[in-house]
């Protein structure tokens, strides 16, 4: 080492010019004038603009204009998941009617099923049999009964029952 020197005369101070106490009351100083000088530079910085930063900002940029863009698919999805639902609605009716349809078919493929609606819609009836019909009870309200009107269908000729289907109809209800 150098003459006059000791290890710790590299630094600041070196040990033989200044006491310990003195040292300390030294660094106490300097550490009191950073920790002013850190203050001063905070005080002198703008206030604080807000919390909002750059990469919030974009995050909401980016978080606003995913949403716009997904708006209108996610609505067209839905409506069709409804019109999706809607048609099934629809097709499972019309199975059902199908349904109805087969059946009635193969009613109507039975001649005793004919017959009973022969008679009970077209007033049919077997040889050796007696025809009879009632009124209805929207007849019996309505216009006054012509003379002919007591007799069976069967006793009228066809074109009094064809033109007393013409007057029903023409009735308004």
């Known amino acids: 080492m150098a003459e006059g020197r000791s290890r710790f005369s590299t630094g600041r101070f070196s040990t033989g010019r200044f006491s310990t106490t003195t040292r300390i009351k030294v660094l106490g100083e300097q550490a009191a004038a950073r920790v002013y000088r850190a203050q001063s530079r905070r005080l002198r910085r703008p206030a604080r603009r807000g919390r909002l930063t750059g990469r919030a900002a974009l995050l909401a940029l980016v978080v606003c204009s995913l949403a716009v863009a997904l708006a209108y698919p996610l609505r067209q999805y839905i409506s069709q998941r409804s019109e999706i639902a809607e048609q099934e609605r629809l097709a499972e009716e019309a199975r059902e009617r199908v349904e109805q349809l087969r059946d009635e078919k193969a009613r109507w493929q039975d001649p005793a099923h ?13 040889p050796g049999e007696y025809g009879f019909v ?7 309200k309505g216009e006054p009964e012509r003379a ?19 007057d029903r109809a023409d009735r308004t209800r």
């Open 114 to 126: 004919v017959e009973q609606q022969a008679r009970r819609h077209l007033h049919w009836v077997r």
């Open 134 to 140: 009632m009124p209805d009870a929207d007849d019996a």
């Open 148 to 166: 002919d009107r007591g007799r069976g269908a069967v006793a009228r000729p066809w074109y009094d029952n064809l033109w007393d289907g013409v």
